[in-house]
């Protein structure tokens, strides 16, 4: 079994706790469908939120759906002038045998103008 990554990004409306663990743990269902994931798949997460972001830590919309016994870690993203606000990243690290390239990132909202390239 191959180790992969899973790139994702979602951009919030607003600062709030509820709101963050819906729009994080829709990242986080559609990253798990896309790639015919299950929990059991999932190595470690990395979240990271832009620096105007402090209701909630995003990996707690990960805990809520069950990712119990997965690492997870949140960081703050880097405060760069012009960045999209209220953005929350993930970097998912997953067992599978599929190639690299039929990966499915998603980008949701929005955050799909982050990565043009790779957005489903």
Not at 47 to 76: E, M, N
Not at 87 to 95: C, D, K
Not at 105 to 111: D, E, I, K, S, T
Request: with cysteine.
């Amino acid at each position: 079994m191959a180790v992969r990554a899973v790139r994702g990004a979602v951009q919030l409306e607003r600062d709030e706790a509820g709101h963050m663990e819906e729009q994080v743990g829709a990242l986080l269902t559609a990253v798990l469908e896309r790639n015919g994931l299950t929990t059991d798949d999932l190595i470690s997460i990395w979240f990271t939120a832009t620096p105007d972001l402090h209701s909630d830590f995003p990996a707690a919309a990960a805990r809520k759906l069950g990712i119990v016994d997965v690492p997870l870690i949140c960081a703050q993203e880097l405060d760069i002038e012009g960045a999209l606000p209220r953005v929350v990243r993930i970097l998912a690290h997953i067992e599978s045998d599929m190639p690299r390239a039929d990966v499915s990132h998603v980008y949701l909202g929005a955050a799909a103008a982050l990565r043009k390239d790779i957005a489903q």
